[in-house]
């Protein structure tokens, strides 16, 4: 487990982080950061594995980065239901777990109803005026193609 001075390094000029790998070093981030504050976003496991199926249709290798980062989340590079929904909801439930309720956020962004009257306050910024973002209008980019 990275120690908290190596993550302090790492995370020198950085305000925050989203998404893999960094999630899956919440209680690592919280060590290291007491007051730091967490969002989960949140949705259906059948909602879920419907956006990874399309989202993670690219096939990678083992050692390619995006194929660790798999790996490394959900226990192997290519997609497979079952090993992917039960990684999704052990990883939300160490979350909840390790989290103090005054520092996480469960936030849907799939319906993009939340949006910025509960994250802005949240992270005690004044919400922008434009729209949420909450759709992925672009397919995922296919590996070797740019």
């Known amino acids: 487990l990275p120690t908290s001075d190596a993550i302090r390094a790492y995370f020198r000029e950085v305000d925050a982080t989203t998404d893999l790998p960094y999630a899956l070093f919440a209680p690592e981030l919280l060590r290291t950061y007491p007051s730091a504050r967490f969002v989960l976003t949140t949705r259906g496991v059948d909602a879920w594995w419907r956006s990874v199926r399309k989202q993670m249709a690219s096939p990678y290798p083992a050692d390619h980065p995006i194929g660790r980062t798999r790996t490394l989340a ?33 936030l849907d962004l799939v319906e993009g109803v939340e949006g910025w009257q509960r994250l802005a306050p949240f992270l005690g910024v004044t919400p922008p005026e434009s729209a949420f973002p909450h759709l992925r209008p672009a397919p995922t980019p296919k590996l070797g193609v740019s």
């Open 74 to 106: 959900y226990g192997q590079p290519t997609p497979h239901e079952r090993l992917y929904t039960r990684r999704f909801v052990a990883h939300a439930t160490e979350v909840l777990r390790t989290v103090p309720c005054d520092r996480l956020l469960l």
